[in-house]
């Protein structure tokens, strides 16, 4: 389960997403990205969550009473003291009826000071944040506060109740929009996935309930119908209908029998199984996207690093240009006047907008990519897949679809197909490879009742990238080598050996995916240049090249596909493959993705991972990339912009403070809608996950 909220060395506490490398936001309580998550996360409570915003219910009543503060300040302004309804008030009434109006606006606005001015005063002192935006803004809506105060009570000056709590019911709603639209962009990820339930284990005859924690590898689990599958493993028994939405985003479920491997979160619609345990809590594919999410979340994208940095060097411009308004106009206007100017600059110039202008595309884009079925490791990802312009593929289990199936199996030795086929099945039991799951398909078939547990137990088990696999049964040496495809068009052939001595060969033939002309046809429409790697034989490459019609180079070992990716570029290149023999490939190219399938190891070594079993979401999720980089563009253009006119208005005396506060929600708002424009448009990336 992803739980990035207590991680107070990279996320904030409240809103669970990354700091910037600048902060000093850290309190006992956690670390916190802005004094608005400071705030929320205080009033609210992580014990309330789920429950009423005690934040939002204090700005509610707030804006309640300064409505009240309105009308009295309206009444004052408006000399509605002198007259009502044509009948003259005597002087005596009038100064009364004035005396009643301000203190009214007194008795109205100092609550609303508590309310919300003492948060953010606790904020300030416990983060340190005193040569702040939210420093000069309660400092000014605080002294607003004490002058009107003082003419109140001892005084006949004119009083700015109004500006003091309108001004701090907007600052504060501004703040809290902000810290929901992160919070927000969190749970959208993090909701994605479930807790853990516990597990029946089987020992012999004897069943027992669990935690996932203690079961180890080689433990066998029983799942039931509607349960969670807790382990990565391989099926000993059973059939059943698998969902797995929550792992690759698709909505149909799949079946799996004898030798299927299935993965952890997994959820059994019908039937039941029986699996062994291969990879158990920590390892598993779950437990590895899980990690790869948290540091999706917590690597900045060059993007956000700019907008931090821009609003780090806006923040003393501010200072100063307050400062000098304030100078410029208390001569001219008078004290007041030139606090509620300086006022006015610092709300203008409040980088709301621009602290949340780019990460919340960023994360809007995580979050929606993830609920289509891809998962991308970082957000930096996004602006590399923007600039793509060549895409690479691999063959086998790539642009093929995932079924390969055995053709031929001629021995070269005395003994029979099931001897040889079985030999085979033994060496690839744990494999994740297309034709490695082809052998096992094939030994199931021609076995009666087959179980995993008929396999013959292979040693010493290790794949060789791009050339095969190798093991020790019964104390002799095999191996499954690449072999050469001559008089059988279209298949890879693929060598058993004993002792370095063929045994064996054996023949497999895969059809393309079903989407996958279509998927290269939408790619060449957009301006890129598709080609294939691959290791396989030069026949069977070149057939499958001819119906895709796209270039093809062959007979590739994995040093060979990282030469051609580095002579493309690799800057610009996507590199596409199964994740295991392409690891190489995956890690040279600009962005490597791999397809549906890839273990938990093979997941270190790409940034994009299409958790379905097609690759129809690769062109959306290009078309997101771009639309991602724009949106943050933009969203920074504007916040700058924004920031600019505003600050010069503000400084020559034409924004009011309480004009310069609505502006500044009103900036706020525009950034967080068009953000969220990106995950609107949803029919480019394929059906969503149901969650």
């Not at 240009?321 to 106009?329: E, K, M, P, Q």
């Not at 690479?392 to 005395?414: I, N």
């Not at 008089?487 to 004993?498: H, I, K, P, S």
């Not at 069977?540 to 590739?556: G, I, K, T, W």
Request: net charge negative; glycine share 10%; with cysteine.
């Amino acid at each position: 389960m992803i739980e990035v909220r207590d991680n107070s060395e990279g996320a904030c506490t409240h809103c669970g997403l990354p700091l910037s490398v600048r902060t000093t936001n850290r309190t006992e309580d956690g670390a916190f990205c802005c004094t608005g998550c400071f705030v929320a996360w205080h009033l609210t409570g992580r014990e309330l969550e789920g429950k009423s915003d005690r934040l939002l219910a204090r700005i509610v009543l707030s804006a309640f009473l300064s409505m009240g503060v309105m009308v009295c300040s309206l009444a004052l302004y408006g000399k509605l003291i002198e007259s009502g309804g044509g009948a003259e008030l005597s002087s005596d009434a009038a100064e009364a009826m004035h005396g009643v109006l301000r203190l009214g606006s007194l008795a109205l606005a100092t609550p609303i000071v508590f309310l919300l001015g003492i948060p953010h005063l606790q904020a300030i002192l416990t983060l340190r944040r005193f040569l702040s935006a939210d420093s000069l803004v309660l400092a000014g809506t605080l002294s607003a506060w004490a002058v009107s105060l003082w003419n109140t009570l001892f005084s006949s000056g004119d009083v700015y109740f109004e500006t003091a709590s309108i001004v701090l019911v907007l600052y504060t709603l501004g703040k809290w929009m902000d810290a929901r639209a992160r919070d927000r962009a969190h749970a959208r990820i993090a909701s994605l996935t479930e807790d853990e339930e516990p597990a029946l284990r089987v020992r012999g005859e004897r069943e027992e309930l669990v935690a996932v924690e203690e079961l180890e590898q080689g433990d066998r689990v029983r799942v039931a119908r509607g349960e969670q599958i807790p382990v990565d493993g391989l099926v000993l028994s059973g059939v059943a209908e698998l969902d797995s939405s929550r792992l690759t985003g698709e909505e149909l479920s799949k079946p799996v029998g004898v030798l299927d491997r299935v993965l952890a979160g997994s959820r059994v619609r019908e039937g039941e199984l029986l699996v062994r345990a291969s990879e158990v809590l920590g390892s598993r594919v779950r437990d590895e996207m899980d990690r790869l999410l948290r540091s999706a979340l917590e690597r900045r994208a060059p993007l956000i690093k700019i907008a931090d940095r821009a609003a780090g060097a806006l923040l003393p411009i501010v200072l100063l240009v307050a400062l000098g308004t304030a100078i410029y106009h208390w001569p001219r206007s008078g004290p007041e006047a030139a606090l509620m100017y300086a006022l006015s600059v610092v709300l203008i110039s409040c980088p709301c907008a621009l602290g949340i202008a780019t990460p919340l595309a960023v994360w809007t884009a995580l979050g929606e990519a993830w609920r289509r079925g891809i998962l991308v490791r970082s957000g930096d990802v996004f602006e590399r897949l923007a600039r793509n312009r060549r895409v690479l593929f691999d063959k086998t289990g790539t642009l093929t679809t995932g079924a390969v199936s055995l053709t031929e199996l001629r021995p070269l030795s005395g003994e029979s197909e099931e001897e040889l086929l079985a030999l085979a099945a033994a060496l690839e039991a744990e494999t994740e490879h297309p034709i490695g799951r082809a052998v096992l398909l094939a030994w199931r078939e021609r076995s009666v009742a087959p179980s995993a547990d008929q396999l013959v137990e292979a040693s010493e088990r290790k794949v060789l990238p791009g050339v095969g696999i190798r093991g020790t049964i019964d104390g002799s040496h095999y191996r499954l080598r690449r072999g050469a495809s001559e008089g059988r068009a279209g298949a890879t052939v693929v060598v058993l050996e004993r002792e370095d001595e063929p045994i064996a060969e054996l023949a497999f033939r895969a059809e393309p995916r079903a989407e996958a002309r279509e998927v290269l046809g939408r790619l060449k429409r957009r301006g890129l240049s598709p080609a294939i790697l691959t290791g396989d034989a030069e026949e069977p490459a070149r057939a499958l090249a001819l119906q895709l019609d796209v270039p093809v180079e062959a007979e590739l070992l994995p040093g060979q596909k990282v030469a051609a990716i580095l002579e493309a570029g690799p800057e610009g290149v996507l590199f596409v493959g199964d994740g295991i023999n392409d690891a190489a490939g995956l890690a040279t190219a600009d962005v490597g993705a791999s397809v549906s399938g890839a273990s938990a190891a093979s997941l270190e070594a790409a940034e994009v991972h299409l958790l379905r079993s097609d690759l129809g979401a690769l062109p959306g999720l290009l078309d997101l990339a771009k639309r991602t980089v724009a949106t943050a563009r933009w969203n920074l253009v504007w916040a700058f912009a924004y920031n600019v006119g505003g600050l010069y208005l503000a400084a020559n005396g034409r924004l009011t403070p309480i004009f310069a506060a609505s502006a500044m929600v009103v900036s706020s708002g525009l950034v967080v809608m068009n953000s969220l424009r990106l995950s609107s448009e949803r029919a480019q990336l394929g059906p969503q996950v149901r969650t």
